[in-house]
């Protein structure tokens, strides 16, 4: 059995109502079992479960643990599975282990002279009215202060958390060889290797699929869901070839399958509401015959805690809080390939990544120096990435722009730059930036140009679009003469 035009999940491949009934009541009549993973079906477990074992605490790994041996006949890893645990478990062992135990006593200090700092401030910024209107008050406030930082300036408590990370650190200095999770991993049955033809085939699916998805309304988008559409990282397409070798496997060895994964909140695996999908299941049992039931780990293992307690949540600031949408920045694309999906936006630090998966449109129609639209996140590496891109057209023509007027402040012609007064500030733009019609070299301090605001990638307003008024009006007065013309050698 290969992946082939014949085999390979299609969303859009046609159903009958047959297969559609007799695969929704399959697995409505065995989901409560499998939930429980009562029975002897495979259970195949997604990355996510394997490399969340290094956040987790000690009680919860070796509850893990446990479960892994009292499943470990039934356990199965997909090939791309093993390819992306080995690929990633040192970088999250030194990320969600390591790298955040050594910053505790680090992070108490930094908090510690925070606090001091603040008391310092508020004292200093009240001193004259408490010191002058209310000394009993400016007294307490001082003592208050003094006890606060006698409390906090406890070497012993900081002395004892080094202690204790040392302790633990060294009880795991070895686990880059000596894993108690890659002891049961390396035991696990593992599915067969996908050919090079069949790599490059549900690549190319892969792509075709993910474009069609994101130019379908947001309102019937689901039915084209597949999994890693979701995914903003590079290697969306590592869920969809974990899915191909899990029904595979159940189509050549004739069984239905059990996929646990901690991956629910993106709407690929499960449904945003963690309900499956039903073209999944329809579509599964067209070319299987057999049912993959997408279970949520948590739930079917509530005696694991799968939280990463190595890492802080972040605190935010009361602006962060009250922000209900994130920085959204403008730039150029800077080069694109649309046949291999990806491109990169310009940014004075470094140039962001994107992929289809993160563009909101047609992303084969993008070209270089097109401006768009962006968010900064990050990938599984935490490197800095674009997601929510989107294309803007700024054009004279628009209702969507207003068109400002005013004067050059300042013209670099060797550099290519501008600026335009639009007080209280002076507005950049670039040779890049000018109307179609317009030759930089024609531009001078004092010109008159009409212009379009937009964004740099640091989110402060540049002048997008500029254009020569007095280009426009001779432009408009030859066109009037022109019909004086005429209208008098017809007279």
Not at 478 to 483: D, F, K, P, T, V
Request: proline share 2%; with cysteine; glycine share 4%.
């Amino acid at each position: 059995m290969n992946i082939s035009e014949e085999f390979y999940f299609n969303p859009k491949a046609k159903l009958t109502v047959s297969i559609s009934n007799a695969a929704l009541r399959k697995y409505a009549s065995n989901f409560e079992e499998c939930s429980k993973l009562e029975g002897e079906l495979p259970i195949i477990l997604d990355t996510n479960i394997l490399l969340g074992y290094y956040g987790m605490s000690q009680q919860e790994k070796d509850k893990l643990i446990e479960f892994l041996d009292k499943f470990k006949d039934r356990i199965i890893l997909t090939k791309q599975v093993e390819s992306e645990f080995l690929k990633n478990r040192l970088t999250v062992i030194k990320k969600d282990f390591f790298g955040p135990l050594s910053k505790i006593a680090d992070d108490y200090i930094k908090m510690r002279n925070d606090i001091e700092g603040s008391l310092k401030s508020f004292r200093e910024s009240k001193k004259k009215i408490l010191s002058q209107d209310y000394p009993d008050l400016f007294t307490k406030l001082q003592a208050i202060e003094e006890e606060v930082k006698a409390t906090i300036n406890n070497d012993d408590f900081i002395d004892d958390i080094r202690k204790r990370v040392e302790e633990t650190t060294t009880d795991h200095k070895n686990i880059a060889l000596l894993d108690s999770l890659l002891d049961k991993v390396s035991n696990f049955k593992i599915t067969e290797e996908l050919t090079a033809e069949e790599l490059g085939f549900l690549e190319g699916k892969f792509i075709e699929h993910i474009l069609e998805y994101k130019n379908e309304k947001e309102i019937s988008r689901w039915k084209l869901a597949i999994p890693g559409c979701g995914e903003t990282k590079e290697d969306a397409d590592g869920d969809y070839l974990i899915y191909h070798e899990a029904i595979k496997y159940m189509a050549e060895n004739k069984t239905s399958a059990i996929f646990l994964t901690n991956d629910v909140t993106k709407g690929d695996w499960l449904q945003f509401d963690k309900n499956p999908h039903n073209h999944y299941i329809e579509h599964t049992f067209r070319l299987t015959d057999e049912i993959l039931f997408i279970i949520h780990a948590e739930r079917t293992l509530p005696k694991i805690s799968f939280e990463n307690i190595h890492t802080s949540p972040q605190i935010k600031t009361e602006v962060e809080v009250n922000s209900i949408e994130p920085v959204e920045l403008e730039s150029t694309i800077i080069s694109i390939d649309t046949e291999k999906g990806f491109g990169f936006i310009y940014t004075k630090d470094e140039n962001l990544f994107f992929s289809y998966a993160d563009f909101e449109g047609n992303f084969r129609e993008l070209c270089k120096n097109d401006v768009v639209s962006y968010e900064v996140s990050t990938n599984f590496n935490s490197e800095p990435k674009a997601v929510n891109v989107r294309k803007i057209v700024y054009d004279f023509n628009s209702p969507d722009h207003e068109i400002h007027k005013s004067e050059i402040s300042h013209i670099n012609k060797y550099r290519g730059i501008g600026f335009v007064s639009h007080q209280p500030e002076n507005l950049y733009f670039h040779q890049a930036f000018l109307d179609e019609t317009e030759d930089f070299n024609e531009f001078e301090i004092g010109d008159e140009v009409e212009y379009l605001i937009g964004k740099n990638d640091e989110g402060e307003h540049i002048a997008r679009k500029v254009r020569l008024v007095n280009k426009i009006m001779s432009s408009t007065e030859s066109l009037s003469n022109s019909g004086l013309k005429n209208a008098t050698a017809h007279g």
